[in-house]
């Protein structure tokens, strides 16, 4: 029996709606009290290797300012959810 192989996207192209989608994703994860996570959005987008991110945070500005936006949000996440008594 042959098994089927999933072919993973490693290097997708960058887009400057991706920079949005990571705000817009963001902003629900916020609205919603839930902490976001850099999985759940390259989920979102369908990519499977987080170096794109990297890649991208490095080479697009656009990007870089979005990434920094979710660094901050998850990092506020954790506080206040450990100052809650949550984590």
């Known amino acids: 029996m042959a098994e089927k192989q999933t072919k993973f996207i490693t290097n997708l192209k960058y ?6 989608a990571l705000i817009d994703y963001v902003n629900k994860c916020v609205a919603e ?3 976001p996570t850099l999985f759940e ?10 170096g794109t991110l990297t890649r991208w945070h ?8 979005a990434y920094d936006y979710y660094m901050e949000c998850s990092r506020n ?5 450990a100052l809650a008594g949550t984590y």
């Open 41 to 50: 959005f390259m989920r979102l987008i369908n990519i499977y290797d987080r």
């Open 58 to 65: 490095k080479e697009h500005k656009e990007f870089g300012l």
């Open 33 to 35: 009290e839930k902490k």
């Open 15 to 20: 887009k400057a709606e991706h920079a949005q």
């Open 77 to 81: 996440a954790i506080v206040e959810k």
